[in-house]
Nanobody
């Protein structure tokens, strides 16, 4: 059974920072991509950043420069460091996992339908 567990969300003032964690277990391949998505109230879910086991890293254009993704393979954990938080970053942040091959043939890694397994989400709230 695949499990993804996110943590690290919270209430932060504008300009602050957070580090989100996503710990994965039970995936059937060693060649995969873990991607962070977020969904704000009343908005569609959007992908923000992903990282593959071969070291490839993806950022959605609007978060480049503020979001940094990294991984610790020994802990099967992916981190999303968010700097200079803005109220528009307020959302539930989810991590999802899929096979690297699925992402390689896609036009973008930020398509929700590419991912079958998702975490429960962690809430990030940024106050102005």
């Amino acid at each position: 059974e695949v499990q993804l567990v996110e943590s690290g969300g919270g209430l932060v003032q504008s300009g602050g920072s957070l580090r989100l964690s996503c710990t994965a277990s039970g995936f059937s391949s060693d060649d995969y991509v873990i991607t962070w998505f977020r969904q704000a109230p009343g908005k569609e879910r959007e992908g923000v950043s992903g990282i593959s086991t071969d070291g490839s890293i993806y950022y959605e254009d609007s978060v480049k420069g503020r979001f940094t993704i990294s991984s610790d393979k020994s802990k099967n954990t992916v981190y999303l460091q968010i700097a200079n938080l803005k109220p528009e970053d307020t959302a539930v942040y989810y991590c999802a996992i899929t096979y690297s091959g699925v992402v390689r043939i896609a036009t973008t890694p930020f398509i929700s339908a590419l991912y079958d397994d998702w975490g429960q989400g962690t809430q990030v709230t940024v106050s102005s």
